[in-house]
């Protein structure tokens, strides 16, 4: 029953110091060791290690690794107590804003990615928004001429034609961005209809239309999950030749999280594209799976961003259903600064998020909300409260360069570390919002680096470099 062990090779960015990791269930130990040497011996940049999250899990039977040692993937709590570097007067290595395409110092760049684990406070400067901005340009052209994606196809008279083909309105709600991701992909030039040139498959179902299609609902989903496996490991050779490895899907209601209980696979070896992205949740494999930033969908820029005067601290609203939100309620509810709305709020919510500097993303049930975009859109520094949240593109961006994240314990020095930053740092902080915008939006048909090209990108990172042809 167990699909025979695969060597799986993950081709790394070509521009990328480190050469190729591989492994076998079997002679594990043995292949650790010779990669660790591997990796000494080839790579340019500061031998430092990242302690990647890749526990065996021995039902497993892919086990991958993180996509590149210079472009990792950090646990938001990588950001401990409140610190942040500073992105230095430098020019950053953003492209896109004038920059035209890096001039970035990829040593000190190098450097700076790594810094998380080096001593607080090191001497690092020229912070851009990318880990490295030359190496994710180059490798987003190479993604953009050459990935190739398979869908399952469906037709129009699928009696779950609306939950396999994409909704013929414009996507809204808190869970949008699945919606958007299937939209946008199935016309563009990744996909194709030839499954032999495919890099990975894309599983089509919405877990968002299901959960309100009476025939499944959501208790349903997980045996309407299994069931669809099943019919398509049974009619296409593809599945059982990876056990699923080289397929994706993408869900951004949590309720994603339970609906594939009954099919272990999809959850072992297949790529997790999610909102939910909690490292606490045994469900989300980080090493393979990647978050999807939750969007709600907004037109246009706001008015009135260069304006506006943002007089308050910091500013919350929502409702208090998470041990986190009662102990923000706990020790920030009448502050004069830090403005916590629990319930309805009496002022537009567009001008909370226009008149603050710094916008409280609060973990609720799930680590996962709007608001992080919200902010962004809206020019606010995003304070992150919701330890374990793999962020969304976190590969890519350099979290510390536009947020800054506190955790939960610290929530009664929340003031003084917000205070504790300087205007100067501030302003750093905000122009980075600025330029982090457009990956956090998206748009009908697709605008290059938003949302769908930054999920593209975590998903070309995750591809595996072996294409398997029997089919
Ligand atoms: C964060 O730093 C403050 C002082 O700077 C310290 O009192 C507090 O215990 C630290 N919190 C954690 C979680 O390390
Ligand atoms: C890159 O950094 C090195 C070392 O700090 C410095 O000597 C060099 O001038 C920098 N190059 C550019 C293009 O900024
Ligand atoms: C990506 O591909 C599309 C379609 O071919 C093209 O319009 C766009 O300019 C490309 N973007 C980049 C950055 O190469
Ligand atoms: C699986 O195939 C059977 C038989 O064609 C069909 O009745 C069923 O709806 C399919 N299930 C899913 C989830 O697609
Ligand atoms: C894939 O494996 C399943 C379970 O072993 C089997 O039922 C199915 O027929 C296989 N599919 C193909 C296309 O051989
Ligand atoms: C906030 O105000 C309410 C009533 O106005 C009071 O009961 C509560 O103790 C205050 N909380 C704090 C943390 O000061």
Same mark, same amino acid.
């Given at each position: 029953m167990a699909p025979s062990p695969v060597l799986f090779l993950h081709r790394h960015l070509a521009s990328l110091p480190s050469k190729t990791f591989f492994f076998v269930p +079997?002679? $594990? +130990? =043995?292949?650790?060791? $010779?990669?660790? $040497?591997?990796? /000494?011996f080839t790579s340019s940049a500061p031998s430092v290690f990242y302690p990647h999250k890749h526990e065996l899990h021995l039902e497993q039977p892919f086990v991958y690794f993180q996509p590149s040692p210079s472009t990792p993937s950090l646990p938001s709590n990588g950001f401990k107590n409140g610190s942040f570097l500073f992105p230095a007067k430098s020019p950053s290595n953003a492209f896109g804003d004038g920059g035209g395409g890096g001039g970035s110092n990829g040593t000190v760049s190098q450097v700076s990615s790594r810094s998380h684990f080096g001593p607080k406070g090191s001497s690092v400067s020229n912070i851009g928004v990318f880990h490295d901005g030359d190496i994710f340009l180059d490798d987003y052209r190479e993604m953009n001429r050459s990935f190739k994606i398979y869908v399952y196809p469906h037709r129009r008279n699928d009696p779950f034609a609306n939950v396999f083909l994409p909704v013929d309105f414009e996507p809204g709600g808190n869970y949008a961005s699945e919606s958007y991701f299937k939209k946008a992909l199935m016309k563009s030039h990744f996909v194709t209809k030839d499954p032999r040139k495919a890099d990975l498959f894309f =599983?089509?179902? #919405?877990i968002a239309r299901l959960r309100h299609d009476h025939r499944v609902g959501t208790g349903g989903i997980p045996s309407f999950i299994r069931g669809y496996i099943s019919n398509i490991s049974r009619k296409y050779p593809y599945w059982n030749r990876t056990g699923g490895a080289d397929h994706f899907y993408v869900a951004c209601h949590s309720i994603g999280r339970k609906a594939m209980e009954k099919a272990v696979e999809v959850k072992l070896n297949a790529i997790q594209i999610v909102c939910s992205s909690s490292y606490f949740v045994s469900r989300y494999i980080a090493h393979k799976d990647a978050s999807i930033p939750q969007v709600w969908p907004r037109t246009g820029d706001p008015p009135n961003i260069a304006t506006c005067k943002r007089n308050k601290l910091a500013f919350f609203a929502g409702s208090i259903n998470s041990p986190v939100r009662e102990k923000l309620l706990e020790f920030w509810r009448n502050d004069s600064l830090i403005f916590t709305n629990y319930g309805r709020l009496k002022t537009p919510y567009a001008d909370e998020l226009l008149g603050s500097k710094f916008c409280l993303h609060v973990k609720g049930f799930e680590v996962n909300t709007a608001r992080i975009a919200d902010s962004l859109y809206y020019g606010c520094?995003? /304070?992150i409260i919701a330890n374990y949240y793999d962020l969304p593109f976190a590969d890519v961006l350099n979290w510390k360069s536009f947020s800054m994240a506190v955790v939960t314990a610290d929530i009664p020095s929340l003031k003084k570390i917000l205070q504790g930053i300087t205007s100067d740092e501030y302003s750093a902080l905000q122009r980075n919002v600025l330029k982090v915008r457009k990956h956090f939006q998206w748009h009908v048909p697709p605008t290059d680096f938003d949302a769908f090209f930054m999920v593209m990108y975590e998903l070309w990172l995750r591809r #595996? +470099? /072996?294409?398997i042809s029997n089919g």
């Open positions: +079997a002679t $594990l +130990a =043995l292949f650790t060791t $010779l990669s660790i $040497l591997f990796y /000494i =599983l089509p179902f #919405s520094v995003p /304070i #595996s +470099a /072996i294409r």
